[in-house]
């Protein structure tokens, strides 16, 4: 009897080994991934390391705090497709190139048309059907750099199953900004999507990015910034209350080149993005940002921001700057690092993450990091929570400001150090715009 036991608790208990292996192989069924081509050789590398790693359990350091149960599944729930966005698309009015994706796939007809653009831009799965591209340099390779020390299972699943996105190599200064612009055409696409970035030395790109990607999306840039380069991108993402959302973005940043970084995001069940940024050479600047609004009032609602920064060279300045407003049960999460290795002189890193809880069930979890190995540099973190300040809502009462349009000003001035990351006067107005129209709408608590 007792060997029969045992045997059937094997059978119907499978190692947690096991179950992460059969976890992996449901998901990768499910996903249409591209075969041949120019990336063939760096998806079957990415394949390999996925299968050592495994997909994330909550026990996971990177993951305590984020359970990845729902991006594990093999399929997402489907969301339905709103019929009228609360708010008009951002940056209509700027004279820029324009590429439309439905569900992860580019369309042409609603695209700007590439040729005579200034600007080398090819489409991932057009250019994927040959053996020969410049992005092959690139695809994959700093998602791969990016594992180590820390292991990004979604990072590398993306760079297996990928099956479209922009390559854009830039030897200039683009005249206008690219436009990504992501729309939703059925109710449980789960869209992966991944974005090859090259700015060469002295260049210089404005990346914008909105709209709404699947019921789940996973999706990816690997920027590659020569000497002297500039990059600005300015993600704007806005979520159904029922959306999952993972991203990530692996930057290398070259000597004196500039890379900035801002995310809005709006909603969603489950988001999570991933910041990677790597100092390759001396006197460059990486900033990264976001602004987060959270209303758990129809559903959960968990966005987590974990960011990595190493520097490499010296003096070179880097800035993570997170701002969260959360209420109605809303949960947020960061996990910031700045890696200094030996040798990289003059570092200037800083760091902080703040979160304005508009009620007492909203949660904000940060967990700031600093691993140093020289010894002549500046580096500091700081992370606080609280409330709205009741003096200053007091002030702007007792002059007449309503309480509601109190709220919205006090918690725009919350968030006003993160939007000073986008540099562009208009495109920050604009940005500034959409949040005073989404708290507006809000502002009761």
């Excluded at 180590?148 to 030897?171: E, M, Q, S, Y």
């Excluded at 987060?292 to 009032?297: F, N, Q, S």
Aim: proline share 4%; aromatic share 6%; charged share 25%.
């Amino acid at each position: 009897m007792a060997e029969a036991a045992v045997q059937t608790k094997d059978v119907t208990a499978p190692a947690a080994g096991a179950r992460s292996v059969d976890a992996l192989a449901a998901r990768l069924d499910a996903l249409a991934v591209p075969k041949g081509g120019f990336t063939a050789a760096a998806r079957a590398d990415a394949l390999a390391r996925l299968q050592a790693m495994g997909l994330p359990g909550p026990r996971d350091e990177y993951w305590r705090y984020t359970d990845p149960k729902a991006f594990n599944a093999p399929v997402p729930q489907p969301i339905p497709i709103e019929e009228k966005a609360p708010d008009s698309p951002l940056f209509t009015d700027l004279d820029r190139i324009v590429l439309v994706f439905v569900d992860g796939q580019f369309i042409a007809q609603e695209s700007t048309d590439l040729a005579g653009q200034g600007l080398e831009i090819d489409i991932l799965s057009a250019a994927d059907q040959g053996a020969d591209h410049w992005a092959a340099d690139l695809y994959g390779v700093l998602e791969t750099a990016g594992q180590n020390p820390v292991k990004r299972p979604f990072a590398a699943l993306n760079t297996v199953a990928a099956t479209d996105g922009v390559l854009i190599r830039v030897t200039g200064k683009a005249e206008k900004p690219v436009h990504i612009l992501h729309r939703r055409g059925s109710a449980d696409a789960d869209v992966t999507w991944h974005h090859v970035i090259r700015l060469e030395e002295g260049a210089e790109l404005t990346l914008l990015e909105t709209g709404m990607v699947g019921a789940r999306s996973n999706g990816m840039i690997e920027a590659d910034l020569a000497a002297g380069a500039k990059l600005h991108h300015i993600a704007a993402k806005r979520a159904g209350h029922q959306k999952l959302g993972f991203s990530a973005i692996f930057a290398r940043v070259a000597t004196e080149a500039q890379f900035k970084s801002f995310t809005l995001s709006v909603n969603g069940t489950l988001m999570r993005h991933e910041g990677v940024i790597e100092f390759v050479g001396d006197d460059a600047v990486a900033h990264i940002a976001a602004a987060v609004l959270g209303d758990g009032a129809k559903g959960p609602f968990h966005h987590d921001d974990t960011v990595f920064v190493t520097h490499g060279a010296e003096r070179c300045e880097s800035r993570q700057v997170f701002k969260k407003v959360l209420k109605n049960g809303a949960k947020g999460v960061f996990q910031g690092k700045i890696l200094v290795k030996p040798g990289a002189q003059k570092t200037d890193g800083y760091q902080i993450s703040q979160a304005l809880l508009l009620d007492e069930d909203s949660q904000f979890l940060a967990k700031p990091e600093l691993e140093i190995y020289a010894d002549d540099v500046v580096c500091s973190h700081g992370s606080t929570t609280g409330a709205l300040d009741e003096t200053a809502l007091f002030y702007l009462r007792s002059r007449g400001v309503p309480r509601d349009r109190a709220i919205v000003l006090l918690v725009l001035s919350f968030l006003a150090d993160a939007l000073e990351e986008v540099e562009d006067e208009a495109l920050r107005g604009q940005i500034n715009d959409r949040l005073e129209a989404w708290l507006t709408r809000r502002a009761k608590i």
